[in-house]
């Protein structure tokens, strides 16, 4: 049998995780900043999400949400101690695109409205609904017509938001665009956003399936600009490894909603619920948000004193652990040198080296990094300067 592969292989053998690390078939050891697309922040094989799924495998794997179980009253309680304020519900699927789809859906059935405004550089997923509102063009076109209308607006640009009119449904934005290139959103633009939909209607999906669970240096990326969605979909890192998604929703929306409405089969089953409570408590257990944004910001700025002399270089920017390395060019070496150099990393955008490391990053494994990128960087100018 051949295995389908949609992504170009690395051509490593991974055979073992733990914390930041993983380990190839000959023992070597690499620091993980690809993190399984920043899966795994919470560290490879983090104790306390083992710990629970280890307790909840002896006990029962699979139940229909029909029937009740105490770890999902257990999952209940303890997402009260990272849900945003005004965000009561919560629905459990499997994976971000998932979520992105129950948010889309529930905004039409809510507003009665067809139309969705997404933004340059989106990226939402690869399910018919959630690629509707996926920015690049590649992943798109082949599979049109896809849901619509869609308006694409220009990201951090305040002027189009004011082509926002009222027979759209929902607005859904990423608080830091992930795929599209690592690009933070300004408060300006979130604050514009947010009063926009609400003087007309309209829901406004927030998007933290990369950017949520303490990546930024909050629990919820959003909060950093102290504003409330009204959806929010979140995904990767909640289950600490295990796949689970989320979409979140404020209470006027939930009652709007009933039996038939939406369904899944293995969403909220009893080891991703087991999972996501093993992922707050360890979140909560070592102070994670704190943690990722202290560490960011040092990281950042060990990043942009080595780099910013490189004349290939464009920016180094990012929030918390969710950082780009912005090049004027093709990033694909960089990434390949840096995995010479024993460190993974991922592409986002076009141009941008994505570092997505687990909270557990330490100093030394920084400048591991930040030299492995140095070395990513040179050989990629003296590539362009030799063709
Ligand atoms: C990864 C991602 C998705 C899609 O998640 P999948 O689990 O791959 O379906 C959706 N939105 C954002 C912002 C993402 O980064």
Do not use: C
Request: charged fraction near 25%; proline fraction near 4%; glycine fraction near 10%.
């Amino acid at each position: 049998m051949r295995l389908i592969e949609f992504y170009q292989g690395r051509g490593l053998k991974i055979v073992k995780g733990e914390g930041q690390y993983v380990w190839d078939e000959q023992g070597n050891r690499y620091l993980d900043l690809h993190a399984g697309h920043g899966v795994a922040f919470l560290g490879h094989r983090n104790k306390i999400v083992l710990e629970y799924l280890q307790k909840q495998m002896s006990e029962i794997m699979t139940l229909t949400t029909a029937f009740d179980t105490p770890i999902r009253e257990e999952l209940a309680k303890e997402l009260d101690n990272v849900k945003p304020d005004n965000l009561n519900n919560a629905f459990l699927l499997n994976s971000g695109s998932e979520a992105v789809e129950l948010a889309l859906k529930v905004s039409r059935k809510v507003t009665g409205r067809k139309k969705f405004v997404a933004f340059v550089n989106s990226f939402h997923g690869r399910t018919s609904g959630s690629l509707s509102v996926t920015w690049t063009r590649k992943y798109r076109e082949p599979f049109e017509p896809l849901l619509g209308p869609i308006d694409f607006l220009r990201f951090n640009n305040i002027d189009d938001l004011k082509k926002i009119d009222e027979s759209t449904a929902a607005v859904i934005v990423e608080p830091v665009q992930g795929e599209g290139g690592v690009i933070p959103a300004n408060d300006e633009f979130m604050k514009g956003l947010r009063e926009i939909t609400t003087e007309k209607g309209i829901i406004l999906i927030i998007d933290e399936v990369q950017s949520g669970f303490g990546r930024t240096g909050k629990i919820w990326a959003h909060q950093h600009f102290g504003i409330d969605p009204d959806i929010m979909t979140a995904g990767k890192a909640i289950g600490g490894g295990f796949p689970v998604s989320a979409t979140f929703m404020p209470d006027w929306i939930a009652e709007k909603l009933g039996e038939g409405d939406h369904g899944t089969t293995y969403g909220g089953n009893p080891l991703a619920a087991a999972a996501v409570v093993g992922s707050i408590k360890a979140l909560k257990a070592d102070n994670v948000p704190e943690q990722a944004k202290v560490k960011g910001e040092i990281f950042i700025k060990m990043l942009q004193e080595t780099l910013s002399d490189f004349k290939s270089i464009r920016e180094v920017r990012g929030k918390g652990l969710m950082i780009g390395v912005d090049l004027k060019l093709n990033p694909g070496l960089a990434i390949k040198v840096l995995q010479d150099n024993r460190v993974l990393s991922l592409k986002a955008g076009v141009t941008t080296i994505r570092f997505l490391s687990p909270y557990t990053i330490t100093h030394e494994d920084m400048e591991v990094a930040v030299d492995a990128t140095r070395k990513g960087v040179l050989a990629t100018e003296r590539k362009t300067t030799s063709s």
